[in-house]
T-cell receptor, first 112, second 116 residues
Framework: DAKTTQPNSMESNEEEPVHLPCNHS???????IHWYRQLPSQGPEYVIH???SNVNNRMASLAIAEDRKSSTLILHRATLRDAAVYYC?????????????FGKGTLLTVNP | GAVVSQHPSRVICKSGTSVKIECRSL??????MFWYRQFPKKSLMLMAT?????????EQGVEKDKFLINHASLTLSTLTVTSAHPEDSSFYIC????????????FGPGTRLLVL
């Protein structure tokens, strides 16, 4: 399975932008890039996903490098509620073989 | 976004008993559901993939006779932990993939299992 590499932890200040990096140098041409986040004792929450082009939604933006070997999740204005573990995951695509394999993620701390 | 529920949210049982956890997709049909477990301060570990109407596919190292999975309808999958032991105590999380083939999985809130 294609793997991702993320920093163990990052820190930001409230109302400032946050850029969470992810490296996925072994990504294949059909793998989607997903971002989920998880608060303690809760199930993961979908944040955003993309294939090749940058993506925006109400929660965040996803910037994908041209060679697709890395991506960045952008939270435009961090709030205290954004403090969570953020997972960057590649979906093993291909119909019945689809699944998500979670790595260790990045623990984001947001300072007031 | 789509909603996935789990029941119960937490359960305490005696060693040797079986526990059933339900996972429901509330506002969409899920042809595929997934079961994960998570130990404290660890990441999620995929246990099995469950397709409606067929046998579940288990990840390497997961005992299929211990963790029975049933996906009888497009909105319900169940995980039964049989003859539970203290080492089975964990946070069990299900997720569901929209039947329209979208790439997104929607996760349930999780079930905390404590085996005494």
């Amino acid at each position: 399975d294609a793997k991702t590499t993320q920093p163990n932890s990052m820190e930001s200040n409230e109302e400032e932008p946050v850029h969470l990096p992810c490296n996925h140098s072994t990504i294949s041409g059909t793998d989607y890039i997903h971002w989920y986040r998880q608060l303690p004792s809760q199930g993961p929450e979908y944040v955003i996903h993309g294939l090749t082009s940058n993506v925006n939604n109400r929660m965040a933006s996803l910037a994908i490098a041209e060679d697709r070997k890395s991506s960045t999740l952008i939270l435009h204005r961090a709030t205290l509620r954004d403090a969570a573990v953020y997972y960057c995951i590649l979906s093993v695509s291909g119909g019945s073989n689809y699944k998500l394999t979670f790595g260790k993620g990045t623990l984001l701390t947001v300072n007031p | 976004g789509a909603v996935v529920s789990q029941h119960p949210s937490r359960v305490i049982c005696k060693s040797g008993t079986s526990v059933k956890i339900e996972c429901r997709s509330l506002d969409f049909q899920a042809t595929t559901m997934f079961w994960y477990r998570q130990f404290p301060k660890k990441s999620l570990m995929l246990m099995a993939t469950s397709n409606e109407g067929s046998k579940a596919t288990y990840e390497q190292g997961v005992e299929k006779d211990k963790f029975l999975i049933n996906h009888a309808s497009l909105t319900l999958s169940t995980l039964t932990v049989t003859s539970a032991h203290p080492e089975d105590s964990s946070f069990y999380i299900c997720s569901a993939r929209d039947g329209r083939g979208q790439e997104t999985q929607y996760f349930g809130p999780g079930t905390r299992l404590l085996v005494l």
